[in-house]
């Protein structure tokens, strides 16, 4: 080959080295603004959030509360009745920071002291994992302290036939069963396969084996029309928003939408008419949520009471953390040294039915 030939191929060389030089800028530029798009759609989420609740607590509350609300979710350990606690001490090497929570719960809670790192930052403590004494059984349940207060404003009393209508993971059916005599009686129900699957293994993990007080369900709440007046006291741990785990997970996040909330706010509804109408004369509903939307909360029971079947009348009590709303009582993190969010209403049936339920009956499916 001459060396005219070799030039051309210098060129051509050159002409390659040139367009790649310019192609990778162009590419990283691509991903760039896919990232700068992707980054603005999430604000927008976010902003859309923000106002959306900044209109409901006003905008200095809301800068408090959404503060508090990013900030690691608080636990409390609730001390399992059914497990032998005797070497308690040895396997908690922080008990004496541990705070007893008995000011406003009635069975055995501890918190882990709140301690602020110089820069005012909260320190972030973790419980030990939970143990199994020599019968297997679990010694405590991690959970957030507003759980418990929900299960205690169902004043609960040792031989009550108790319904917990959304019961999965089991928390507040284990704080339920720390209340319940020999001869009281719990139903759990939870409409997903997977999640009552876990349900039972919790069951499994800290109650007496095959405690025959317990019996679980998988159907629909929302049809729960088979058992009118069957039990003393029902718990509705409703299905809802639950912004802070949203705040705490961005995949989550990005589903977020008013529309939400419109949804949940119907389903709660649909399950709180079950809920009323299997509780007895006289008997109480605690619906709760973890939502801090007043249309997921105060607005549900509002619309149940004006337009419900079932006479109802709500339970006005003041605890000793958290604050009043119109129908119920909240638990906000900014206000309870970060406990919450929590929601909880308590409604006692005052009578009959007003007219006969027209509700299909649903085959019970005891599994
Ligand atoms: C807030 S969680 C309950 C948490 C539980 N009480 C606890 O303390 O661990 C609500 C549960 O309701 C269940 N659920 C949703 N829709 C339901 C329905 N229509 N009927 C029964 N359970 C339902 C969900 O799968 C979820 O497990």
Redesign the pocket.
Known sequence: MGEGGSDRRAERLARKIEASKSKKPAKSKAKEKAAVREQERRDAIFNAFSNFYEQEYGHERWQTLIEALKKPVRHCIMVNKYSNTDDFKERLPMLPELVPLSSFVSIPCFALANIEKEDGVQEERRFPPPQKDRFGITDYYI?DAG?VLATEALDIQPDDRVL??????????ISIMQRLGEYGSLTV????PD?RRRLRQVFDGYLPPKDERITVMG????KWYSEPEQYDKV?L????S?ERHLLHDDKEFEQWSPKRTVYNSE?QLK?LKAAVHSVCVGGLVVYG??SISSAENDKVVSKMIRKGKVPVEVVKKTWPIGERTKYGWIILPDRTEGWGPLYFSILRRTGVSKQDDNHKEEEDQED
């Open positions: 959970l759980s917990d209508l959304c019961a999965a993971p089991g928390g507040k059916s129900n939870e409409l997903s999640r159907k629909d709440g929302t718990l741990d409703a299905p809802c639950s389903r399950l949520t973890c």
